[in-house]
């Protein structure tokens, strides 16, 4: 993703009131299965990332310009693709996502 594709997607979360920051992880990178007590917002930069989330049989798989909105203490765990992962994260005013998590695919 270019520079200006990731000032484009800081450009829309800012524009919701949040106030993006970055974070990155290297190649096959896990977080175990934890959860926040916060609302977040995700969106890759670049790379790949997957989410197991509690109740979900199926991962959730995000690439470059897609978006998970996960709420406060859904458990999750998450494993950076091979090449590893950048995103945009934010947090949201607590309660204002809902109870359930929902990926957003490119268009969002």
Do not use: Y
Not at 38 to 64: I, R, Y
Not at 94 to 105: D, L, Y
């Amino acid at each position: 993703m270019s520079p200006a594709d990731r000032a484009g997607l800081e450009a829309r979360l800012r524009a919701e009131g949040l106030q993006p920051s970055v974070w990155s992880s290297m190649p096959g990178g896990r977080f175990e299965r934890h959860a926040h007590d916060f609302d977040k917002v995700l969106v890759v930069v670049e790379g790949k990332v997957t989410f197991g989330l509690t109740g979900s049989a199926v991962g959730l798989d995000l690439a470059a310009g897609q978006r998970l909105d996960l709420p406060a203490n859904v458990q999750h765990e998450a494993t950076v693709g091979d090449k590893g992962v950048t995103c945009l994260e934010a947090h949201p005013v607590a309660g204002t996502i809902g109870s359930r998590a929902q990926g957003r695919g490119s268009r969002w």
